[in-house]
């Protein structure tokens, strides 16, 4: 693993990159549960045995996984501690599947993200109440906006903390900025309750 982690310009920020191995993951993998014997590990337990190889070296692991059911994110929702998801179908789905494969999943917490939420539409805010009537606290209190400046920063590669204020309208900037803080300190909030830090 200390072999594909890369740094990046922002302090403390390492990432790995996706790459044709993991492509390689996918197709090996149904192969590799053919020939399976007894007493050899699982497939859904190689990121997490990965990722023990740094785990003294960071304070959090995020894993971006695609919308879709796969070995990798098979393999990642058994090796994290907290999901936020944005597919309430899709995440029943993938657990359903870990559980029926001998799959133990642990989770501190596990939380829904509303995105690309717009609050001066109707079916919108009728479906968002729908949401938080029935999966209450699991839905984060804030919700990240669609916002045309999170998608204009995307186009140069870029974040929104990357680019500067003065791209975009003021109010479309702090409108979205706001969002992203809010949603992100929320996050932030419940990996510190799971420290147990103050």
Known sequence: MADVVRGTYIPNLHLIPGQLELMEFEHETPKALMSRQDG??????????????VRDIYDVVVIDCPPQLGFLTLSALCAATAVLSQFLNMT???????????GATNYDWMRYLVTRYEPSDGPQTTMVGLM????????????????TAISDAGLTKQTLYEVERSQFTRGTYDRAIESLDLVNAEIETLIKQVWGRG
């Open 132 to 147: 938080r009537s029935i999966f209450e606290s699991r839905v984060l209190t804030n919700p990240m906006l669609k916002s």
């Open 40 to 53: 050899d590990p699982l497939f859904f337990t190689r990121i997490g045995d990965a990722l023990a190889e």
């Open 92 to 102: 029943g789905s993938l657990l359903d599947v870990v559980a029926n494969a001998g």
